[in-house]
Nanobody, 119 residues
Framework: QVQLVESGGGLVQAGGFLRLSCTAS????????MGWYRQAPGKQRELVAH???????DYADSVKGRFTISRDNAKNTVYLQMNSLKPEDTAVYYC?????????????WGQGTQVTVSS
C-alpha cells in the first residue's frame, strides 16, 4: 500500500518553470520505480518521465532537454523540474509508483496536480 501526494502545480507563463513534488507514504527505497504522467483534455494519459530505483531514467521526447526527474530518498519524494514550459505542457500531472513484491506488481497513482501554461 502506497499513498502518493503531488504538489507544485499552478499557472505559469510560457517560458516559465515549475517544480512538482510527489511524496510517498513509505520509503521510496521499497518502490521499484516512480514516474510522472500527464493527461490533457481529450488525450490519453502519457508518460512524461520515469525513474527506477536503480537510477534508470526515461523521458518523453516532447520534454527532453526541458524536464528533469529526480528523487530524494530521505524525504520519500520524487521531483519533476519543468523548465521552458510551453502551452502544450498544460495537463493534469499524476505521480505513479510501481512496487514489485509479494503478490506481484502493484501500481499506485496520486490524485493529480494541474499545470496550466499560458501563452
Amino acid at each position: 500500500q502506497v499513498q502518493l501526494v503531488e504538489s507544485g502545480g499552478g499557472l505559469v507563463q510560457a517560458g516559465g518553470f515549475l517544480r512538482l513534488s510527489c511524496t510517498a507514504s513509505r520509503s521510496i527505497s521499497s518502490i521499484n520505480a516512480m514516474g510522472w504522467y500527464r493527461q490533457a483534455p481529450g488525450k490519453q494519459r502519457e508518460l512524461v518521465a520515469h525513474i527506477g530505483s536503480g537510477g534508470r531514467i526515461d523521458y518523453a521526447d516532447s520534454v527532453k532537454g526541458r524536464f528533469t526527474i529526480s528523487r530524494d530518498n530521505a524525504k520519500n519524494t520524487v521531483y519533476l523540474q519543468m523548465n521552458s514550459l510551453k502551452p502544450e505542457d498544460t495537463a493534469v500531472y499524476y505521480c505513479n509508483a510501481v512496487r514489485i513484491g509479494v503478490g506481484g506488481r502493484n501500481d499506485y497513482w496520486g490524485q493529480g496536480t494541474q499545470v496550466t501554461v499560458s501563452s
